[in-house]
Nanobody
Framework: QVQLVELGGGLVQPWGSLRLSCAAS????????MVWYRQDPGKQRELVAR???????NYAASSKGRFTISRDTAKNTVYLQMNSLKPEDTAVYLC?????????WGRGTQVTVSS
């Protein structure tokens, strides 16, 4: 069974940085696209950034210029570098991987931005 494990969340002050990781139990090239989402209680799940099998990246307007998605295919891991964090970035960050026949979710990692 394919698994995704997110790490790297925590408590950070406004304007701080965090790097999240999403480790897959299979090769990244098994997936068409890998996506970071975030969800805060009471709010709709929001796409943060995504990276395709070809390496193309896309960002939500709220994360563009502050967040960077990248991958290390040797480690089967996707990263989300988050800089200039704001309180409104507080959420559970979830990794999602899409294949031709299904998609896989991690359990998420909590990011809290607060002074």
């Amino acid at each position: 069974q394919v698994q995704l494990v997110e790490l790297g969340g925590g408590l950070v002050q406004p304007w701080g940085s965090l790097r999240l990781s999403c480790a897959a139990s299979v090769r990244l090239f098994s997936f068409i696209v890998m996506v970071w989402y975030r969800q805060d209680p009471g709010k709709q799940r929001e796409l943060v950034a995504r990276i395709t099998i070809g390496g193309s990246t896309n960002y939500a307007a709220s994360s563009k210029g502050r967040f960077t998605i990248s991958r290390d295919t040797a480690k089967n891991t996707v990263y989300l570098q988050m800089n200039s964090l704001k309180p409104e970035d507080t959420a559970v960050y979830l990794c999602n991987a899409l294949r031709n026949w299904d998609d896989v979710w991690g359990r998420g990692t909590q990011v809290t931005v607060s002074s």
